[in-house]
């Protein structure tokens, strides 16, 4: 897996927890050893550019995703899974489990959404979270 991390926010976080966390979700999924992925943590303020330029929505949010090939779970061929962009100060917020818990849950859940997983609706909902939830789980007890 070819992770590329990005820090632009001011925000200490440990990226090689960021980087195991994405590689161990991304094998979990079966995708392919030659994948890529990039990792790009933002302050609140390019969050909120990004957010209203491609989601048409004011203000920042805690996890953007934008996929790229078009991977799907068991891809057998490499390819760019896409980019995720995370913001921690507006996590901070909502963290239950403290910052850097989040943001480990947040990266499966953009590396799920680049895959083509959604949370439209409870069914999609109910899936992805119990998904998002099983690998953090299974990366935190390795």
Not at 34 to 60: F, T
Not at 81 to 88: A, E, F, K, S, Y
Not at 90 to 96: D, L, R, S, T, Y
Request: charged share 25%; net charge negative.
């Amino acid at each position: 897996m070819n992770i590329e991390l990005s820090n632009e926010s001011g925000v200490v976080v440990v990226e090689a927890d960021l980087i195991s966390v994405a590689e161990y979700a991304m094998h979990q999924m079966g995708l392919h050893e030659d994948c890529d992925l990039a990792i790009s943590i933002v302050d609140e303020s390019r969050m909120s550019e990004l957010h209203e330029e491609w989601m048409d929505l004011k203000g920042p949010t805690d996890v953007l995703s934008f996929p790229m090939d078009e991977l799907t779970p068991d891809s057998p061929d490499p390819g760019i899974v896409g980019d995720i962009v995370l913001c921690p100060q507006f996590v901070q917020a909502q963290a239950k489990s403290g910052l850097e818990a989040e943001l480990h849950l947040l990266t499966i859940h953009g590396i799920l959404h680049c895959l083509g997983y959604d949370h439209a609706d409870p069914d999609e909902e109910k899936v992805m979270f119990a998904l998002q939830e099983s690998i953090l789980a299974k990366w935190q007890a390795r």
